[in-house]
Antibody, heavy 116, light 113 residues
Framework: EVQLVESGGGLVQPGGSLRLSCATSGFSFSSYWMHWVRQAPGKGLVWVSCVNSDGSATKYADSVKGRFTISRDNAKNTLYLQMNSLRAEDTAVYYC?????????WGQGTLVTVSS | DIVMTQSPDSLAVSLGERATINCKSSQTILTTSNNKKSLAWYQQKPGQPPKLLMYSASTRESGVPDRFSGSGSGTDFTLTISSLQTEDVAVYYC?????????FGGGTKVEIK
């Protein structure tokens, strides 16, 4: 069974940094692209970033480009999202997701709150 | 980027009646290598993560009641709840996973009339 467990969220001041982690199990982590998706309070689902299977290629939404960095450690089956220069509009639940064996799998999410 | 257009924004249906949600992709999301449509449907209740209902447009996820069904061809897709139950009150989203960036419909809020 695919399992994704996010951690690292919390309350941070504007301009601050956080590093999110997504620990995975139940699938061949090193074989798949991995994604971060976020959901602001009361809003819809928005893709944030993705990384290819070996970490050599990344993509970002324009809203986070230059501030967020996605990475992965295939030896630890873990996905990361380094978030710098955080803004109030980055407040959201952050989910990691994978499309494995032809269907998406999601974690439970971790809440990031950017506020002074 | 592939744009997913979902309708309606909200829907009020009587208990036991049919609810239909539509989703249109701006381009094909058919993977020719396996002839599968890269389209998922989710149900989300307040305070919970999205729950996968359907994938490959019409394959029901394990444990999902059979009153939920998905269909579609080309760029037009539908989620149908054949007989709405109280526990189906939620927001429903479609998603394409054909290509990055992953994109989502805007959501449909389903309520009891």
């Amino acid at each position: 069974e695919v399992q994704l467990v996010e951690s690292g969220g919390g309350l941070v001041q504007p301009g601050g940094s956080l590093r999110l982690s997504c620990a995975t199990s139940g699938f061949s982590f090193s074989s798949y692209w991995m994604h971060w998706v976020r959901q602001a309070p009361g809003k819809g689902l928005v893709w944030v970033s993705c990384v290819n299977s070996d970490g050599s290629a990344t993509k970002y939404a324009d809203s986070v480009k230059g501030r967020f960095t996605i990475s992965r450690d295939n030896a630890k089956n873990t996905l990361y999202l380094q978030m710098n220069s955080l803004r109030a509009e980055d407040t959201a639940v952050y989910y990691c997701t994978v499309v494995g064996s032809g269907k998406p799998g999601w974690g439970q999410g971790t809440l990031v709150t950017v506020s002074s | 980027d592939i744009v997913m257009t979902q309708s309606p924004d909200s829907l009020a249906v009587s208990l036991g009646e049919r609810a239909t949600i539509n989703c249109k992709s701006s381009q094909t999301i058919l993977t020719t290598s396996n002839n599968k449509k890269s389209l998922a449907w989710y149900q989300q209740k307040p305070g919970q993560p999205p729950k996968l209902l359907m994938y490959s447009a019409s394959t029901r996820e394990s444990g999902v009641p059979d009153r939920f069904s998905g269909s579609g061809s080309g760029t037009d897709f539908t989620l149908t709840i054949s007989s709405l139950q109280t526990e189906d009150v939620a927001v429903y989203y479609c998603q394409q996973y054909y290509s990055a960036p992953l994109t989502f419909g805007g959501g449909t809020k389903v309520e009891i009339k």
